[in-house]
Nanobody, 120 residues
C-alpha cells in the first residue's frame, strides 16, 4: 500500500504558475509509476501527466503539453507537477495517483486532491 498527500494548490491569476507536490508514504515509492489527474466541477476525472518509476519517461495530455512538467524525487518520496501559463480551464481538483504500471488508465492508489483555481 502507498498513501498519497497532495499540497500546493491555491488561487492564481491566468498566466501564473503553481507547483503541486505529492508526498508518498508506505511501500517503496520507486516501485510506483506516478500520475496526475484532475476533475473540474461537473466533469469526469481526466488524465494530466504521468512519470515512470525511474523518472526516465513522461507523458502529457495534449491540453497541458508545453505548459506543465511532471517530475519526481525518489529520495524524497515526492512527485511534482509544475504548472505554468495557467488558464481558467485548468481550474479543477488535482489528484496524484500511484500504480506499479506506467500509464495505467485507473491507478490503484489516489490522494485526496488539492484545489487549483485560475481566475481570468
Amino acid at each position: 500500500q502507498v498513501q498519497l498527500v497532495e499540497s500546493g494548490g491555491g488561487l492564481v491569476q491566468a498566466g501564473g504558475s503553481l507547483r503541486l507536490s505529492c508526498a508518498a508514504s508506505g511501500r517503496m515509492f520507486s516501485s510506483y509509476a506516478m500520475s496526475w489527474f484532475r476533475q473540474a466541477p461537473g466533469k469526469e476525472r481526466e488524465f494530466v501527466a504521468a512519470i515512470s518509476r525511474s523518472g526516465g519517461s513522461t507523458y502529457y495530455a495534449d491540453s497541458v503539453k508545453g505548459r506543465f512538467t511532471i517530475s519526481r524525487d525518489n529520495a524524497k518520496n515526492t512527485v511534482y507537477l509544475q504548472m505554468n501559463g495557467l488558464k481558467p480551464l485548468d481550474t479543477a481538483v488535482y489528484y496524484c495517483a500511484a500504480d506499479p504500471q506506467y500509464l495505467d488508465a485507473w491507478p490503484d492508489y489516489w490522494g485526496q486532491g488539492t484545489q487549483v483555481t485560475v481566475s481570468s
